[in-house]
């Protein structure tokens, strides 16, 4: 399934740093795919991917999907921003809880704040030189 994609007309603001490992999180995501890894000796997923389990040490990991879809678990809005977000202020982060129970960090779209709890969709941000992920209130 492919993840809802909003495009944005510039370049990503501090761009992610690709190792040979993650360019397949990021081509799976400017396919609208979320993907991560999950470890086959206990069966736990990881976020972000690893090429071993934090849980268990093993490096027998595989790549998986995830469905984007998790609620809302902590937001906040950021005014004094890192230089390279500064154009971007005032803007909101937060903790999402997947429906996969992993919890992950992200930039949340919402012009209102969000309700706690509350369901969020995970949205490919389609910049002009490469992808980034956030997470919308539903
Ligand atoms: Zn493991």
Known sequence: ????????????AYPPRMTEFTQRFWSDLALGRLTTTRCDACGKLTFPPKPFCPHCW???????DL??????????VIHAAPA?????????VGIVDLDEQVR????????REPRLGGAVQIVTLSYRDGPLFAAQPV
Do not use: C, K, N
């Open 1 to 12: 399934m492919r993840l809802p994609s909003i495009a944005i007309d510039q370049m990503r």
């Open 58 to 64: 093993s490096r027998a990991v595989q790549w998986t």
């Open 84 to 92: 390279a977000f500064a154009h971007e202020v005032p803007y909101r």
């Open 104 to 111: 992950i960090a992200t930039r949340i779209l919402a012009d």
């Open 67 to 76: 469905a984007g879809r998790g609620t809302l678990y902590s937001q906040t």
